[in-house]
């Protein structure tokens, strides 16, 4: 068998990180609410939940200007608070010591993917970061997810439906970003964790 056969019938995962192994939406609330907590009481603004967030801009933070929540993206103070989602980091432990090769495939301007490759050096370090300079490219369509072992998941409707992965999973709960999404589709690491066991991923 060639080199490139067996890099073939190695399983591959393509995996999203912003809304599939972090919990990202909640922290830009939190940051939000830091930087903007007098004006919310002196206005009183009302306090906003995660699941009310419905735009993929955050247009209901109304207090902040433009620009802001991408200046926070490129932070490190981003970074210092975000959480990987329960049950994440135990999944690509797993997967990893089965031999997958995990890619991590996300969108993100120059400074943002450096502190991106930071944060998975210390945290998931057996992970390969696949960063997609924003400035670039608009999807993640050319990307190379060929091979009948490869799994891509995203958050958003538009990566998955525009990508040739021949195994494609939503993840998260309903947002406008994904809704139009008729494939496979878990909410949780728990319900991804059954999905690879049932179809004997894993
Ligand atoms: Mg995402």
Redesign the pocket.
């Known amino acids: 068998m060639k080199k490139s056969d067996c890099e073939d019938y190695r399983k591959k995962l393509f995996i999203?990180?912003?809304?599939?192994l972090l919990d990202y939406i909640p922290v830009i609330i939190e940051m939000y609410e830091e930087d903007f907590g007098f004006e919310i009481m002196a206005y009183n603004h009302r306090k906003i939940t995660p699941w009310q967030i419905q735009t993929w801009g955050f247009e209901e933070l109304e207090l902040a200007p433009k620009g802001y929540i991408y200046h926070l993206f490129k932070s490190q103070r981003f970074f210092d608070k975000v959480k990987f989602f329960d049950g994440c980091v135990e999944f690509l432990k797993g997967l990893n010591y089965l031999g997958w090769k995990i890619n991590i495939v996300?969108?993100g301007h120059p400074i943002n993917l450096a502190l991106k490759q930071e944060f998975i050096d210390k945290h998931i370090p057996f992970c390969d970061l696949m960063g997609v300079n924003m400035n670039k490219f608009s999807d993640k369509s050319h990307i190379d997810m060929s091979g009948e072992n490869s799994i891509f998941i995203?958050?958003?409707a538009k990566?998955l439906e525009d990508c040739k992965c021949k195994n494609k999973i939503m993840f998260g709960v309903k947002k406008p970003w994904n809704e139009s999404w008729k494939g496979d589709w878990v909410r949780n690491y728990k319900e991804l964790e059954e999905y690879f066991e049932k179809r004997g991923f894993m």
């Open positions: 999203d990180m912003d809304g599939v996300t969108n995203d958050d958003l990566n």
